[in-house]
């Protein structure tokens, strides 16, 4: 499954990985503020890692990502500002500004795990994120 990552890029997905467990341990301790941003800074070594620096500083420095990312570090800041909710809800909408092309890759992806598949299939076709099949075909 992994075989195409390296093994720095394995630990980039581990810290990812860690660091999406801390913001969802942070969510479910009705708003952590120290798990909350071990979680983003977990996230961000994790994507650092994964990518390199020089492309995750190309990444977020795009133009057209310039709102996602304010969003992303404002929200950040709140957080570390003894604001969690506000900081929370700011920051999860610069993630969907900046990682909203993603959320069909992803989608698709999780329509294949084993158990919960065939579940989270019929939730994308609902909402409309997967891949249409048959639509705009050039033939």
Avoid: H
């Amino acid at each position: 499954m992994s075989m195409w990552l390296s093994d720095s890029q394995k630990i980039g997905v581990a810290f990812c990985s860690g660091g999406g467990f801390f913001l969802v341990g942070g969510v479910l301790l009705f708003f952590d503020r120290a798990m909350l941003a071990m979680g983003n800074i977990l996230f961000l070594i994790g994507l650092t890692i994964i990518i390199g620096p020089q492309k995750t500083l190309l990444f977020f420095a795009r133009k057209q990502k310039a709102k996602g990312t304010a969003a992303f570090f404002a929200g950040l800041t709140l957080i570390l500002m003894r604001w969690p909710l506000i900081g929370f809800l700011v920051e999860l909408y610069g993630i969907f500004i900046l990682f909203g092309d993603f959320l069909g890759t992803i989608a698709g992806f999780a329509t294949n795990i084993p158990v919960v598949g065939p579940y989270i299939a019929i939730a994308v076709e609902k909402i409309g994120l997967g891949a249409r099949r048959n639509a705009e075909l050039p033939v």
